[in-house]
Protein backbone atom coordinates (compact mmCIF):
# COMPACT_ATOMS: atom_id res chain seq x y z
CA UNK A 1 0.00 0.00 0.00
CA UNK A 2 1.57 3.28 -1.04
CA UNK A 3 0.21 6.49 0.45
CA UNK A 4 0.75 10.15 -1.18
CA UNK A 5 -0.52 12.87 0.73
CA UNK A 6 -1.08 16.71 -0.85
CA UNK A 7 -2.38 19.87 0.20
CA UNK A 8 -0.27 21.55 2.67
CA UNK A 9 1.53 25.09 2.72
CA UNK A 10 1.92 28.08 4.02
CA UNK A 11 -1.24 29.81 5.13
CA UNK A 12 -1.85 32.65 7.35
CA UNK A 13 -3.36 32.79 10.68
CA UNK A 14 -7.16 32.28 10.30
CA UNK A 15 -6.76 30.74 7.09
CA UNK A 16 -8.29 27.20 5.44
CA UNK A 17 -6.35 24.66 3.95
CA UNK A 18 -7.43 20.55 2.88
CA UNK A 19 -5.44 17.85 2.74
CA UNK A 20 -5.80 14.89 0.60
CA UNK A 21 -4.31 11.37 1.11
CA UNK A 22 -4.65 8.69 -1.79
CA UNK A 23 -4.04 4.96 -1.08
CA UNK A 24 -3.05 2.94 -4.04
CA UNK A 25 -1.58 -0.94 -5.17
CA UNK A 26 -3.07 -4.02 -3.63
CA UNK A 27 -5.93 -2.97 -1.29
CA UNK A 28 -8.63 -5.67 0.16
CA UNK A 29 -9.44 -4.25 3.49
CA UNK A 30 -8.98 -0.32 4.61
CA UNK A 31 -10.34 -0.58 8.18
CA UNK A 32 -9.25 2.69 8.94
CA UNK A 33 -7.68 6.42 7.73
CA UNK A 34 -6.37 9.41 9.38
CA UNK A 35 -4.04 11.97 10.17
CA UNK A 36 -1.19 12.78 12.14
CA UNK A 37 1.00 15.73 12.85
CA UNK A 38 4.73 16.17 14.22
CA UNK A 39 5.92 19.84 14.82
CA UNK A 40 9.88 20.74 15.45
CA UNK A 41 11.07 18.99 18.89
CA UNK A 42 7.62 17.07 19.82
CA UNK A 43 6.41 13.63 19.59
CA UNK A 44 4.06 12.36 16.60
CA UNK A 45 0.25 12.86 17.74
CA UNK A 46 -2.96 12.25 16.21
CA UNK A 47 -4.91 14.82 14.69
CA UNK A 48 -8.05 12.92 13.42
CA UNK A 49 -8.99 9.16 12.86
CA UNK A 50 -11.95 7.48 11.16
CA UNK A 51 -13.30 4.12 11.38
CA UNK A 52 -16.26 2.50 9.78
CA UNK A 53 -17.91 3.18 13.35
CA UNK A 54 -16.24 6.07 14.86
CA UNK A 55 -14.57 9.21 14.36
CA UNK A 56 -12.01 11.03 16.59
CA UNK A 57 -10.35 14.10 16.83
CA UNK A 58 -7.77 15.83 18.92
CA UNK A 59 -9.10 18.02 21.35
CA UNK A 60 -6.85 20.62 19.86
CA UNK A 61 -8.84 21.09 16.58
CA UNK A 62 -12.28 20.01 17.52
CA UNK A 63 -14.65 22.22 15.96
CA UNK A 64 -11.85 23.45 13.57
CA UNK A 65 -10.94 20.63 11.26
CA UNK A 66 -12.75 18.07 9.84
CA UNK A 67 -11.91 14.36 8.64
CA UNK A 68 -13.54 12.95 5.69
CA UNK A 69 -13.35 9.40 3.43
CA UNK A 70 -14.07 8.47 0.00
CA UNK A 71 -13.84 5.10 0.30
CA UNK A 72 -14.43 4.42 -3.41
CA UNK A 73 -11.52 6.24 -3.88
CA UNK A 74 -9.24 5.23 -1.28
CA UNK A 75 -9.08 8.84 -0.34
CA UNK A 76 -8.86 10.67 3.77
CA UNK A 77 -9.27 14.19 3.81
CA UNK A 78 -8.77 16.97 6.66
CA UNK A 79 -9.96 20.02 6.17
CA UNK A 80 -8.38 22.32 8.15
CA UNK A 81 -10.40 25.70 8.98
CA UNK A 82 -9.32 28.87 11.20
CA UNK A 83 -5.49 27.76 11.35
CA UNK A 84 -3.54 28.52 14.18
CA UNK A 85 0.51 28.69 14.49
CA UNK A 86 0.13 26.28 16.80
CA UNK A 87 -1.05 23.82 13.82
CA UNK A 88 2.02 24.36 12.19
CA UNK A 89 3.70 20.34 11.85
CA UNK A 90 4.52 17.92 9.79
CA UNK A 91 1.25 16.31 8.59
CA UNK A 92 1.40 12.27 7.95
CA UNK A 93 -1.59 10.14 6.50
CA UNK A 94 -1.96 7.05 8.32
CA UNK A 95 -4.29 4.02 6.91
CA UNK A 96 -4.58 0.71 8.15
CA UNK A 97 -5.04 -2.11 5.72
CA UNK A 98 -5.44 -5.45 6.58
CA UNK A 99 -4.93 -4.81 10.26
CA UNK A 100 -1.48 -3.15 9.52
CA UNK A 101 -0.44 0.94 9.59
CA UNK A 102 0.74 2.38 6.85
CA UNK A 103 2.17 5.94 6.57
CA UNK A 104 2.69 8.57 3.90
CA UNK A 105 5.81 10.89 2.96
CA UNK A 106 4.52 13.95 4.98
CA UNK A 107 2.99 17.33 4.09
CA UNK A 108 4.63 20.53 5.59
CA UNK A 109 1.67 22.78 6.94
CA UNK A 110 2.74 26.22 8.16
CA UNK A 111 0.49 28.62 9.64
CA UNK A 112 2.40 31.79 9.87
CA UNK A 113 1.09 35.85 9.05
Known amino acids: VQLVESGGGLVQPGGSLRLSCVAS????????MGWYRQAPGKQRELVAF??????NYADSVKGRFTISRDNAKNTVYLQMNSLKPEDTAVYYC?????????WGQGTQVTVSS
Open 25 to 32: GTIFSISG
Open 94 to 102: NVVHMLRPY
Open 50 to 55: TSGTST
